[in-house]
């Protein structure tokens, strides 16, 4: 049973264009919710992160969006740049602390 | 933020021997983690390494089969025991901060059992 969902395994963009990652869960009782990206060889690198109590988090190039009526959220990159290459790994989390991950978005950035 | 490292960074092994995988911290740390990335996969966590006492397992994974040492607020261990090429993965450990829902990883652990 996947609480955390990523339907696109993959998804290529343009350089300079928006690349929009999309995440579903079920669990109504999570709480906060990541993104991570991961290179080749490294481990998880933390992204970006947004509260149930908020709808949007912006950071930079990077903007959350959560619908928790929808129980969706994604992940804008805007502009696009080739060095946004990577696997991108939607998270979520409830009061324990444990994070249940997403299976995954390989991106790639086109120059 | 800490530094993480883990040792080895990856090791090709023989069916039914045993591999102990190093996390290192370069502070104290509440929490930290043990995840498995199968190929193709997601993140699993397979437990939460407390400082003193037994891990906490998940669901699937039991201690039998990858004992975890915590023997204080820096440093755990992960062993996978008896291994078979399903064991194939990558291990990372994370470390995670009280009140704080971030985790952070460490480089992880490239596994091959043959």
Known sequence: ?111 | SAVISQKPSRDICQRGTSLTIQCQVDSQVTMMFWYRQQPGQSLTLIATANQGSEATYESGFVIDKFPISRPNLTFSTLTVSNMSPEDSSIYLCSLGVAGVGEQFFGPGTRLTVL
């Open chain 1, 1 to 111: 049973d996947q609480q955390v969902k990523q339907n696109s395994p993959s998804l290529s963009v343009q350089e300079g264009r928006i690349s929009i990652l999309n995440c579903d869960y079920t669990n109504s009782m999570f709480d906060y919710f990541l993104w991570y990206k991961k290179y080749p060889a490294e481990g998880p690198t933390f992204l970006i992160s947004i509260s149930s109590i908020k709808d949007k988090n912006e950071d930079g190039r990077f903007t959350v969006f959560l619908n928790k009526s929808a129980k969706h959220l994604s992940l804008h990159i805007v502009p696009s740049q080739p060095g946004d290459s990577a696997v991108y790994f939607c998270a979520a989390t409830t009061e324990s602390g444990q994070l249940t991950f997403g299976s995954g978005t390989q991106l790639t950035v086109l120059p």
